[in-house]
């Protein structure tokens, strides 16, 4: 175990105060849950060099070659179950990465980081009342031939656009914008911090199809435009042929038309 804190100086902060660094694991976010079994405290931060079992939303697999941030994240929010949560992870990281010069970093609604229509990262956020096991994945430089054939044409790493970027220097800002945000969102300041994701926004105005309550015969779909989230972080969609329409979960692809 490292403390950033006391490595660099800095005062001390609660996200990633204390952090475990490991080679390779399954997934961040079991490793966390184990910790948090074990009396891990608010905060704690598990970084890895690579997961054999990276996840994504829905049991999705989350490709996490080396490479890569590969971060999770103890929280001990009031109400564990605030969808807003997901939305203000990805905010805390996208500003943190404009802050070392990824400025193309955008967030697409739920919990996307995406540049130039790709996907460079994403956020999944796991409630485990009364605690949150928040998951990011950042692809830093990837070598792409390392990700699935599939996602190859889909997936972006920041190194497209800041260089050599240095996977120690991504996950020293990403922890202080997440404790920029956490501290923020502690403090009740949740209306600025979604203003702060709408300015970030690459799903606002777009015209969007929402596929919801996930794959198969189950899933329900709707098609309009994304005007705005609402105070509930729900995304809310004019649809082509009625009212509007929120939307709390889903996967939303931006349609032909649409810029990014
Ligand atoms: C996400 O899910 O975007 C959440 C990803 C969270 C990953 C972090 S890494 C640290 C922590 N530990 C974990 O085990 N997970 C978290 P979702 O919206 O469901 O997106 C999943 C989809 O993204 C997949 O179905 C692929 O299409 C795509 N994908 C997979 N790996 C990717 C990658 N490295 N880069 C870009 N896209 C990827």
Redesign the pocket.
Known sequence: MTRPAERTGERARLIGGTLVRVDRVG????LLRTLLLRGAGEGTAVVARE?T??????G?????PPG?L???VLLRPDDPSDSRLALLVAVGVAEALHRIGAAAVGVKWP??LVAGGR??????VESLPPWVVA???V?VH?DPTR?PPP?RA??ASLTEQIGDADLEEVLVAVLAGLEDVYAAYRAGQVAMLLDRWRALSVTLGQPVRIRSGGPGAGGHEVAGVARDIDAAGALVIDRADGGPVRVLAG?VSVLPGGSP
């Open positions: 997934s961040t976010n079991d997961q079992a990276g996840r994504g939303r829905m999705r697999p989350w490709a996490s890569g590969w971060l999770s919990n996307d996907k460079c990262g994403g956020v999944l998951g990011i994945g692809n990837v990700f996602l889909q997936a996967d």
